[in-house]
Every structure is written in C-alpha cells, then in structure tokens.
Nanobody, 122 residues
Framework: VQLQASGGGLVQAGGSLRLSCAAS????????LGWFRQAPGKEREFVAA????????HYVDSVKGRFTISRDKAKNTGYLQMNSLKPEDTAVYYC????????????????WGQGTQVTVSS
C-alpha cells in the first residue's frame, strides 16, 4: 500500500484546510491511519489517528476540538479536517499506516506518505 497526502497550503489564522490521504496499490488493511506533523527544528509529533475498522479516533491535546479525523473505507482514503488553524500548526503533515496498533507511537507505522506543507499566517 502506498499513501499519498494532499490538501496542504497557505491559510490565515482562523482558517481551515482539509488534508487527504489516499491509499493505493491495495485495500487499506492496517490497524489505523495516523497523521503526524513536523515543524522546522522540531521532532515529528503525533496529531491524530483513526482505527480503520470502527472509526475510533484519538487526538493530541493541542488539536482537540479543532481537528477532525475521518476515513472513507470505500474510497480507501483518510481525511484530516483542520479548523481554527493557528500559526503553531504550521508544519509538514504526514499520513501513515499503523501496523501494530500503537496509535501514538511513530514506530508503530510502517508506510508513510510524502508529506504536505501547511502554513498558517498570523
């Protein structure tokens, strides 16, 4: 399975973006789909993940109430709806497939998309 992330861009603070993560090559058959982000000079951090089977989701505290993760099993695609964006959300966002079920841990993920840049201006 290959993952393709898209939907990033430049937006003003308070604005919204919707990221997509399309899985190709095979039906998505991993435990969950996750989104991570990496800002310049910082480590990659977990943002959100959704269990593919039942839609159960988890978020890092800093995005709760602003971001919503979802998936469309028929389209083999995951989404990250980002509202009320802040300058501190600026980062490259990556989607990834969770092979081992430890949603919060990047080491649990075995396939990564190429990343999409999100820039939030103040």
């Amino acid at each position: 399975v290959q993952l393709q992330a898209s939907g990033g861009g430049l937006v003003q603070a308070g604005g919204s973006l919707r990221l997509s993560c399309a899985a190709s090559g095979d039906t998505f058959n991993r435990y969950s789909l996750g989104w991570f982000r990496q800002a310049p000079g910082k480590e990659r951090e977990f943002v959100a993940a959704i269990r593919w089977s039942d839609g159960n989701s988890h978020y890092v505290d800093s995005v709760k109430g602003r971001f919503t993760i979802s998936r469309d099993k028929a389209k083999n695609t995951g989404y990250l709806q980002m509202n009320s964006l802040k300058p501190e959300d600026t980062a490259v966002y990556y989607c990834a497939s969770d092979r081992y079920g430890n949603m919060w841990d990047a080491r649990s993920y075995d396939r990564w998309g190429q990343g999409t840049q999100v820039t939030v201006s103040s």
